[in-house]
């Protein structure tokens, strides 16, 4: 399924495709399970950019333990 989201950090638009059921989607968005209960299969990262849209590359540059 494809997942569209807007990044708050930078405001981009990204579409991702991952492996989720548009069922499974829905009722995760009805509030009936907690995302890593939804999609134990998907990486914390995947369930990140379905929560916020953030990417992975843009949490290590808004929080890069070396700044």
Known sequence: MKIT????FT????TKELP????DYKL???GGLLIQHAFPH???DDREF???GISS???DTAF???D
């Open 5 to 8: 989201r807007k990044s708050p």
């Open 28 to 30: 995760w968005q009805r």
């Open 42 to 44: 998907l990486s914390a």
């Open 20 to 23: 989720i059921t548009k069922f």
């Open 64 to 66: 890069n333990p070396s």
């Open 11 to 14: 405001g981009k638009v990204r």
């Open 57 to 59: 590359s843009e949490w």
């Open 50 to 52: 379905i929560l916020t």
